[in-house]
């Protein structure tokens, strides 16, 4: 028996997929980060639709879509925006960077300078941003998307580790199917079916969806089943450093985002372990060995989930 | 890692150690027990088995070591000479190639101690191999534990092997096996890190524990069995191999009879050893005088003194039936002046220097040297050992007149203040039969049932004014030789069958081969006796033994055309049935009466010897259909289920209901990993039934479980769906 997909969301979906083929995934992956009031990573080579998932879904939930591309010498002031002395009013004037946005595309994070990397950082945690002594609030909702190349290329500055940890969501877009990508093209031909992409929702309504996700009940027995989960990333054997605690409420609050774009009003330990890899594996560092030895942070997470038993039972109190 | 590792293989050399002191529990007993000795080349062989086994040595060399210690140690135990000359190698292979053929014949009592010896070598080691299969691939040794718990118990309980010692030392090695496998048992499963740590955390307390539990047992008072020993039963029952009669109350030999009864200790010291071609009881003396209370013999000077070599002046059977010539030795231990011999007695071997004087009432002979009373260190006597013609035997309905009035009256005697019903109970025994042997095989066999227990502790010494025997027989029936030889003697003189009482020893405990066809056995104060000799006038005297447990090794020569009686087969003699154990009785119910409870207890302990067969039976039975019954369980248990959950309203039963469910599936072998969600199983649990139900049954208990409850009205659908599936496992 299926489950009933709860209907704005599935609009929202639908309208992502008429311009994004193949990719409903990542994209209810991204609402789910949406609705949690996470931000996501994505880690991809250029050119797979990053960029234009990230607008379909800002044009479904009729939010303001800023794109900043990060090159090396991008500065903080090109993010969060810079005050400029305006002689006719014999004052400074703010001009708000792209960062005041609701929805961020933040292309190719790790081009630049871990200084920029650190304003746009700061936006996402605390939700305002500091120019010149002067906090500015951010509207919410305030999503950002993250790209990243693969480190393993060149001119990068990998993020570190505490940065790491503000993403909700690390995933791979991945290239399409070879079908998808002939329909990619067809489309191609046409006029960017972006451009009549009718909204779905208004902000108010998403603010309201959001508040609803928190609703989502989550046992005791769920709990105790996340917090194994992170527990053991810490004393696995290949891992350095594992899941911090953060990322226990990350994965929470991602199962109950999952769990209330299903329709659902209390969370499954089928979410918790589909999720766990997108939301643990990047807050886990692996000791070099392993690496050496090609094991991957989703092979962990993997391997934790395999072992941690499924609570079939009420938790003891 | 060298360090673990070298941790590791400490570890593994301990466990190997602790099982060997175990599997040392089981050859202990050996020595003591049976016949094997040199228990250490066994010990040497399991010891290198193990060792090959821990050095992880390869097959084929480990094979081949043992191979060769078996073959060196056969030769070392078998052979002369030494083992490098080689020339024991063909009679070794002719005697295996023999006992191959006896095992092929099922003759295994044939088998010589060579093959015996080769065939417990092969079962050492298949132990030694599956002490590694369950130290190293299982991690669990409960079984092997547990038998040896068993083991060591039943021994102790039913042999003379006192275990005190190896029941700790067994626990406690033991336990730390078990404690340690478990602990691996638990690395393995969890793959967990930093063993070192984790090792130390679970070894300390595990030793503490087994340090305080073994003290504290150890320390601790210890209450007496509920029920008696049940020992004297179970030996008495195997006087083959097992210990012999506990003999008279007193220690050892004893001469005054005339005041019976009471309970004895058993004493091991050994009286002589006899090295005899046939088993048989040794004689001591006879006595023919019943007081009512014990037996006497008439005073008399008279002596009858003979010679080494001479005949001697006993003439116990009448000439012409069939007998066959035997010698026995006798080397006393003990230094009494009087000699055992057996029955039909023709001469005694011994010292020039020697002779013999015989009391002719008691038949008793004693030794003197240089016309002085001493004892003898050595003799031996030249018998003869009769094959009594049933057919005989049966002619016989009463006594001739050649017999005088002196020799009946000697014979029958019987003391006038004896109760009637004594004879009116050996009138009812033996109302059925008419010859004498009937008569007597049938009081004979009346002991063995009827309710009569072999006991030696809780024995009555009769009261002032109560006859032995009729307070044996309708009172206490519970007793040892004394009792039975002497009421059977009571009996059959009321019924005027000649018949007297005969003190002496069993033929004892057999310990090793002997010369020639004899064999070894040793005689203890434990197994003194007395039995019974019935006067037959055209045989001379008969043996019979009417004590539980035990067998006069009497040579009756049944016609082989059956004449009609054939339940009397000679096989009876060692039929006597295992008794269940009594309980306590006061030892003054003679004269007052039983109490209340003991009444009680005397029905119970009635009740279970007379039942024992069926009790047995019902209670094997029992077992084995509860064994099916677990082992079947997934074929009743929702039976079991549907009963208990389907009346309940509540949603807390859905969790036990549910859980049950899962525990079903799992015995039809439909499993759950540990990982796996219950939607993902209940999909897979689905696609075996083809069905649904499974996957909608599941999503109410996640909502019961992970929603906190159930909608309501959900619930009849829930033991619908529920109830479907459960009688699915059984389909």
């Given at each position: 028996m299926?489950?009933?997909?709860?209907?704005t969301?599935?609009?929202?979906?639908?309208?992502?997929?008429?311009?994004?083929?193949?990719?409903?995934?990542?994209?209810?992956?991204?609402?789910i980060a949406?609705?949690?009031?996470?931000?996501?990573?994505?880690?991809?080579v250029?050119?797979?639709?990053?960029?234009?998932?990230?607008?379909?879904?800002?044009?479904?939930?009729?939010?303001?879509?800023?794109?900043?591309?990060?090159?090396?010498?991008?500065?903080?002031?090109?993010?969060?925006?810079?005050?400029?002395?305006?002689?006719?009013?014999?004052?400074?004037?703010?001009?708000?960077?792209?960062?005041?946005?609701?929805?961020?595309?933040?292309?190719?994070?790790?081009?630049?300078?871990?200084?920029?990397?650190?304003?746009?950082?700061?936006?996402?945690?605390?939700?305002?941003?500091?120019?010149?002594?002067?906090?500015?609030?951010?509207?919410?909702?305030?999503?950002?998307?993250?790209?990243?190349?693969?480190?393993?290329?060149?001119?990068?500055?990998?993020?570190?580790?505490?940065?790491?940890?503000?993403?909700?969501?690390?995933?791979?877009?991945?290239?399409?199917?070879?079908?998808?990508?002939?329909?990619?093209?067809?489309?191609?031909?046409?006029?960017?079916p972006?451009?009549?992409?009718?909204?779905?929702?208004?902000?108010?309504?998403?603010?309201?969806?959001?508040?609803?996700?928190?609703?989502?009940?989550?046992?005791?027995?769920?709990?105790?089943?996340?917090?194994?989960?992170?527990?053991?990333?810490?004393?696995?054997?290949?891992?350095?450093?594992?899941?911090?605690?953060?990322?226990?409420?990350?994965?929470?609050?991602?199962?109950?985002?999952?769990?209330?774009?299903?329709?659902?009003?209390?969370?499954?330990?089928?979410?918790?372990?589909?999720?766990?890899?997108?939301?643990?594996?990047?807050?886990?560092?692996?000791?070099?060995?392993?690496?050496?030895?090609?094991?991957?942070?989703?092979?962990?997470?993997?391997?934790?989930?395999?072992?941690?038993?499924?609570?079939?039972?009420?938790?003891?109190? | 890692?060298?360090?673990e590792?070298?941790?590791?293989?400490?570890?593994?050399?301990?466990?190997?150690?602790?099982?060997?002191?175990?599997?040392?529990?089981?050859?202990?007993?050996?020595k003591?027990?049976?016949?094997?000795?040199?228990?250490?080349?066994?010990?040497?062989?399991?010891?290198?088995?193990?060792?090959?086994?821990?050095?992880?040595?390869p097959?084929?060399?480990?094979?081949?070591i043992?191979i060769?210690?078996?073959?060196?140690?056969?030769?070392?135990?078998?052979?002369?000479?030494?083992?490098?000359?080689?020339?024991?190698?063909?009679?070794?292979?002719?005697?295996?190639?023999?006992?191959?053929?006896?095992?092929?014949?099922?003759?295994?009592?044939?088998?010589?101690?060579?093959?015996?010896?080769?065939?417990?070598?092969?079962?050492?080691?298949?132990?030694?191999?599956?002490?590694?299969?369950?130290?190293?691939?299982?991690?669990?040794?409960?079984?092997?534990?547990?038998?040896?718990?068993?083991?060591?118990?039943?021994?102790?309980?039913?042999?003379?092997?006192e275990?005190?010692n190896?029941?700790?030392?067994?626990?406690?090695?033991?336990?730390?096996?078990?404690?340690?496998?478990?602990?691996?048992?638990?690395?393995?499963?969890?793959?967990?890190?930093?063993?070192?740590?984790?090792?130390?955390?679970?070894?300390?307390?595990?030793?503490?524990?087994?340090?305080?539990?073994?003290?504290?047992?150890?320390?601790?008072?210890?209450?007496?069995?509920?029920?008696?020993?049940?020992?004297?039963?179970?030996?008495?029952?195997?006087?083959?191999?097992?210990?012999?009669?506990?003999?008279?109350?007193?220690?050892?030999?004893?001469?005054?009879?005339?005041?019976?009864?009471?309970?004895?200790?058993?004493?091991?010291?050994?009286?002589?050893?006899?090295?005899?071609?046939?088993?048989?009881?040794?004689?001591?003396?006879?006595?023919?005088?019943?007081?009512?209370?014990?037996?006497?013999?008439?005073?008399?000077?008279?002596r009858?003194?003979?010679?080494?070599?001479?005949?001697?002046?006993?003439?116990?059977?009448?000439?012409?039936?069939?007998?066959?010539?035997?010698?026995?030795?006798?080397?006393?231990?003990?230094?009494?002046?009087?000699?055992?011999?057996?029955?039909?007695?023709?001469?005694?071997?011994?010292?020039?220097?020697?002779?013999?004087?015989?009391?002719?009432?008691?038949?008793?002979?004693?030794?003197?040297?240089?016309?002085?009373?001493?004892?003898?260190?050595?003799?031996?006597?030249?018998?003869?050992?009769?094959?009594?013609?049933?057919?005989?035997?049966?002619?016989?309905?009463?006594?001739?007149?050649?017999?005088?009035?002196?020799?009946?009256?000697?014979?029958?005697?019987?003391?006038p203040?004896?109760?009637?019903?004594?004879?009116?109970?050996?009138?009812?025994?033996?109302?059925?039969?008419?010859?004498?042997?009937?008569?007597?095989?049938?009081?004979?066999?009346?002991?063995?049932?009827?309710?009569?227990?072999?006991?030696?502790?809780?024995?009555?010494?009769?009261?002032?004014?109560?006859?032995?025997?009729?307070?044996?027989?309708?009172?206490?029936?519970?007793?040892?030789?004394?009792?039975?030889s002497?009421?059977?003697?009571?009996?059959?003189?009321?019924?005027?069958?000649?018949?007297?009482?005969?003190?002496?020893?069993?033929e004892?405990?057999?310990?090793?081969?002997?010369?020639?066809?004899?064999?070894?056995?040793?005689?203890?104060?434990?197994?003194?006796?007395?039995?019974?000799?019935?006067?037959?006038?055209?045989?001379?005297?008969?043996?019979?033994?009417?004590?539980?447990g035990?067998s006069?090794?009497?040579?009756?020569?049944?016609?082989?055309?059956?004449?009609?009686?054939?339940?009397?087969?000679?096989?009876?003699?060692?039929?006597?049935?295992?008794?269940?154990?009594?309980?306590?009785?006061?030892?003054?119910?003679?004269?007052?009466?039983?109490?209340?409870?003991?009444?009680?207890?005397?029905?119970v302990?009635?009740?279970?010897?007379?039942?024992?067969?069926?009790?047995?039976?019902?209670?094997?039975?029992?077992i084995?259909?509860?064994?099916?019954?677990?082992?079947?369980?997934?074929?009743?248990?929702?039976?079991?289920?549907?009963?208990?959950?389907?009346?309940?309203?509540?949603?807390?039963?859905?969790?036990?209901?549910y859980?049950?469910?899962?525990?079903?599936?799992?015995?039809?072998?439909?499993?759950?990993?540990?990982?796996?969600?219950?939607?993902?199983?209940?999909?897979?649990?689905?696609?075996?039934?083809?069905?649904?139900?499974?996957?909608?049954?599941?999503?109410?208990?996640?909502?019961?479980?992970?929603?906190?409850?159930?909608?309501?009205?959900?619930w009849?659908?829930?033991?619908?769906?529920?109830?479907?599936?459960?009688?699915?496992?059984?389909?």
């Amino acid at each position: 028996m299926r489950e009933q997909m709860n209907p704005t969301i599935e609009t929202i979906l639908e309208n992502i997929e008429r311009v994004m083929t193949g990719k409903r995934d990542v994209a209810k992956l991204s609402l789910i980060a949406l609705l949690a009031e996470g931000h996501v990573l994505l880690e991809d080579v250029p050119g797979v639709g990053k960029t234009m998932m990230v607008r379909a879904l800002a044009k479904s939930v009729s939010a303001s879509f800023k794109r900043i591309q990060f090159t090396p010498d991008l500065l903080p002031s090109d993010v969060t925006g810079v005050s400029i002395y305006n002689p006719k009013e014999l004052e400074f004037q703010f001009r708000p960077g792209p960062i005041m946005g609701n929805i961020i595309l933040a292309d190719e994070i790790n081009r630049t300078s871990p200084k920029t990397q650190s304003a746009l950082l700061e936006g996402m945690e605390e939700s305002s941003v500091t120019v010149d002594g002067v906090t500015y609030r951010l509207e919410k909702p305030f999503f950002v998307m993250a790209t990243q190349n693969p480190i393993e290329y060149e001119g990068t500055y990998p993020l570190p580790e505490a940065q790491l940890d503000r993403f909700l969501l690390k995933m791979k877009m991945g290239y399409p199917g070879t079908n998808e990508e002939i329909e990619v093209l067809s489309r191609a031909q046409k006029v960017p079916p972006i451009d009549d992409l009718e909204p779905v929702i208004n902000l108010e309504e998403l603010r309201t969806l959001q508040k609803e996700m928190k609703e989502v009940f989550v046992d005791d027995s769920i709990k105790k089943y996340i917090v194994e989960i992170s527990t053991r990333t810490r004393t696995h054997d290949s891992v350095y450093l594992g899941a911090s605690p953060r990322g226990s409420i990350g994965l929470m609050k991602a199962a109950q985002a999952y769990a209330y774009i299903h329709g659902r009003d209390y969370v499954i330990p089928d979410e918790v372990q589909y999720l766990a890899p997108f939301v643990l594996s990047h807050r886990i560092i692996l000791k070099s060995e392993a690496r050496f030895d090609g094991v991957t942070a989703e092979d962990v997470v993997n391997q934790v989930i395999a072992r941690v038993p499924v609570p079939i039972q009420k938790a003891v109190k | 890692m060298t360090a673990e590792n070298r941790n590791n293989s400490f570890v593994t050399l301990l466990l190997y150690s602790l099982s060997f002191l175990l599997l040392w529990e089981w050859l202990r007993p050996l020595k003591q027990l049976t016949e094997t000795g040199n228990i250490h080349v066994f010990l040497i062989f399991l010891l290198i088995s193990l060792l090959l086994s821990y050095l992880g040595m390869p097959i084929a060399a480990g094979f081949f070591i043992k191979i060769v210690f078996i073959i060196y140690s056969m030769q070392f135990l078998y052979f002369e000479g030494s083992f490098f000359m080689f020339d024991w190698m063909s009679p070794m292979w002719s005697d295996v190639k023999m006992n191959m053929q006896l095992v092929l014949n099922s003759q295994w009592t044939e088998l010589t101690s060579l093959f015996r010896t080769l065939l417990f070598f092969i079962l050492l080691w298949l132990m030694s191999y599956l002490i590694q299969y369950w130290l190293i691939n299982r991690k669990q040794i409960f079984v092997f534990f547990f038998m040896t718990m068993t083991y060591i118990t039943v021994l102790d309980t039913f042999t003379t092997y006192e275990a005190e010692n190896a029941i700790i030392r067994t626990v406690t090695a033991g336990f730390a096996v078990m404690g340690m496998l478990t602990f691996y048992r638990l690395l393995d499963r969890e793959s967990f890190q930093r063993k070192a740590a984790l090792s130390r955390r679970w070894m300390i307390p595990l030793a503490i524990m087994i340090l305080v539990s073994v003290s504290l047992g150890f320390a601790a008072p210890k209450a007496e069995p509920l029920w008696p020993d049940p020992v004297p039963f179970i030996t008495s029952y195997n006087t083959e191999s097992g210990e012999g009669e506990g003999g008279t109350r007193r220690v050892g030999y004893g001469t005054d009879d005339s005041r019976l009864g009471g309970p004895f200790e058993g004493d091991n010291e050994v009286v002589f050893t006899a090295e005899a071609e046939a088993r048989h009881y040794w004689k001591v003396e006879t006595k023919d005088i019943y007081t009512g209370r014990g037996w006497i013999a008439e005073e008399t000077d008279a002596r009858l003194s003979f010679l080494p070599g001479d005949e001697v002046p006993i003439h116990s059977l009448i000439e012409g039936i069939d007998t066959e010539e035997r010698t026995s030795t006798v080397f006393m231990e003990k230094g009494y002046q009087h000699v055992q011999y057996p029955l039909g007695i023709q001469q005694i071997q011994a010292g020039k220097s020697n002779s013999f004087e015989m009391n002719p009432v008691t038949e008793k002979i004693y030794s003197l040297e240089t016309s002085r009373p001493a004892a003898l260190d050595t003799y031996s006597v030249n018998y003869l050992e009769p094959a009594y013609q049933v057919a005989d035997l049966r002619n016989i309905t009463e006594l001739g007149s050649e017999f005088g009035n002196q020799f009946i009256n000697r014979y029958t005697q019987l003391p006038p203040e004896l109760p009637a019903r004594v004879k009116e109970l050996a009138e009812e025994v033996t109302a059925e039969h008419e010859n004498w042997f009937d008569k007597t095989r049938a009081i004979e066999s009346y002991f063995r049932s009827s309710g009569f227990t072999y006991d030696q502790r809780d024995v009555a010494l009769p009261g002032q004014g109560a006859d032995y025997v009729d307070e044996f027989l309708f009172y206490t029936k519970q007793g040892y030789c004394d009792n039975f030889s002497t009421s059977m003697v009571v009996m059959l003189r009321s019924v005027g069958i000649p018949s007297r009482w005969v003190k002496g020893y069993t033929e004892g405990e057999y310990r090793s081969l002997g010369e020639g066809n004899a064999r070894l056995y040793e005689v203890t104060n434990n197994n003194a006796h007395s039995w019974v000799e019935v006067f037959f006038p055209n045989v001379g005297w008969v043996p019979f033994e009417p004590t539980q447990g035990f067998s006069a090794n009497v040579d009756f020569v049944f016609d082989t055309t059956p004449s009609g009686s054939s339940e009397n087969e000679p096989e009876e003699e060692n039929e006597a049935e295992p008794v269940a154990a009594t309980p306590d009785q006061p030892e003054d119910k003679g004269s007052t009466g039983p109490s209340g409870i003991s009444q009680i207890w005397a029905k119970v302990s009635t009740f279970f010897y007379e039942q024992w067969e069926w009790l047995l039976g019902t209670a094997a039975l029992t077992i084995a259909l509860f064994f099916l019954g677990y082992r079947k369980r997934y074929m009743w248990m929702p039976a079991y289920y549907i009963f208990r959950y389907k009346s309940k309203n509540n949603d807390e039963y859905i969790e036990k209901a549910y859980i049950a469910l899962l525990g079903q599936l799992d015995r039809i072998g439909l499993k759950r990993k540990s990982n796996q969600t219950l939607r993902e199983y209940a999909a897979y649990v689905d696609q075996f039934f083809s069905s649904k139900d499974m996957r909608r049954l599941t999503s109410y208990y996640e909502q019961f479980l992970y929603r906190g409850e159930l909608k309501d009205g959900t619930w009849n659908e829930v033991k619908q769906l529920w109830e479907n599936l459960i009688k699915k496992t059984t389909a």
